[in-house]
């Protein structure tokens, strides 16, 4: 009987394999103490196992549960891991029908207001849904969210996140590098979003397969997008046009999240709001809902929300004064006509 030992090489290459273990491997140490008859040797992202086979292949199978755990959870520990060598589940607790996705580092990822939450309950009932709302109420973030939950629990096969390529004062023509670096300014707040849900080796893989697509708007021309989440975002910058194209890329098992915020329209004077313009033409559409967020539901720094009413406020104050010079205007009209 032979009984020289197995080797085997596992890649972990779609995890961040650093967090994964903890500081100085701690958990790696753990999981050895559990598996004595395998010696282990990491280099990097892979993991050498050397043992008796049939030992290797359990060590396997509870390897991946362990990483299927992390990459729902975000994190893990030897609690989780102690569960899931007993019955091939981590702790039942961790879960929770309030949290969108367990991010990196702990992050739970949940709606914090009633209107983001009435954001996450409209896309179980409708598969095109438009949020509205100025700054900082978390439009893009629950989106996002959302459309990783989808993909984890393979609702979907992909995910598409694009928005317009229009800013205020600048043009993309005068910007240094190639097309990516152009671009990569204004999808920043997409890519702060996911890395904040997704371990980072594991983000790369999805950007590297197209799992995870990230583009400007113009690149959605002629498109059919079969089952994928797509996110619209900064839609108020789109052309009526322009959003007629994307909401009509529209494909079988889609869900598709249009977000924006009327009230910072980048668009030439002439051009207007595709945005304005769809939520109200599409509103009584069956399948289609309109969620509006208001200045109660900024999550960010509490001087977001006092800004956001003092803007409000001028607009009031300059709205106010032009009806009262209308009036004014056809008051003195009407004295010189008599």
Known sequence: MDDKPT?????????????????????LDFVRLLFPKLKMIVRGEMLKVIGPEEEITIFEEKLKAMITYYEKFGRINENAIMQIMENGNGPDSETNDTILVHGRNGLLIKARTPNQQRLVESVKKNDMVFAIGPAGTGKTYTAVALAVRALKNKEI?????????????????????????????????????????????????????NTIEIAPLAFMRGRTLDNAFVILDEAQNATRAQLKMFLTRM????????????TQIDLPRHQQSGLIHATKLLKNIDGIEVIELDNSDVIRHRLVTK??????????????DSVEDKETATSDEEQAQL
């Open 157 to 209: 096969r992909r995910i598409i996140l694009t928005r317009p390529a229009v800013e205020a004062g600048e043009n993309l023509g005068f910007l240094p590098g190639d097309l990516r670096d152009k671009l990569d300014p204004y999808l920043q707040p997409l890519y702060d979003a996911l890395r904040d849900m997704i371990p980072q080796q594991k983000l790369l893989s999805y950007w590297e397969d």
């Open 307 to 320: 800004i956001i009413r003092a803007y409000e406020r001028e607009e009031d104050y300059k709205e106010q």
């Open 251 to 262: 494909g079988r098992n889609a869900k598709f999240i249009i977000t924006g915020d009327i």
């Open 7 to 27: 080797e085997k090489i596992i890649s972990l290459e779609d995890i961040d394999y650093l967090q994964f273990w903890g500081t100085n491997d701690k958990l």
